[in-house]
């Protein structure tokens, strides 16, 4: 037809439109990767927290005892007890996250935290 330009059309827009798509698809993933890994951080900080803590009111009844206070509580907070030792009248624990923010991909999150009395 004379005066129309619908023969010359390639579908030029719509493969920008799918590389748009694509973008924020890959952009979503990766953000949600990033706050998967931020909570798993968060759990194992909270594991190691509370495990300390826990240790802690028993470290006047030795390591054996501490440590397994400390990893009941760990366990209970949805992490792994990696770590548990006693220096001095402290107590360092350390908890470990799995995260699998996206399918196929399978990281750790590990934090190490420590109680005692307090110091003047």
Known sequence: MPGTDHGRERGGATVCLLAVGLVLLLSGLFGAAVAAARLGRQRAGVAADFGALAAASRVTAGEQPAC?????????????????????????????????????????????????????
Do not use: F, H, K
């Not at 009248?89 to 307090?118: F, K, M, N, Q, Y």
């Open 68 to 120: 397994a206070t400390a990893a009941e509580l760990v366990r209970a907070n949805g992490a792994r007890l990696v770590g548990c030792r006693l220096d001095g009248l402290d107590v360092l624990v350390t908890a470990e996250v799995t995260i699998r923010p996206v399918p196929g991909l399978v990281r750790t999150a590990s934090v190490t935290s420590r109680a005692g009395p307090v110091r003047a």
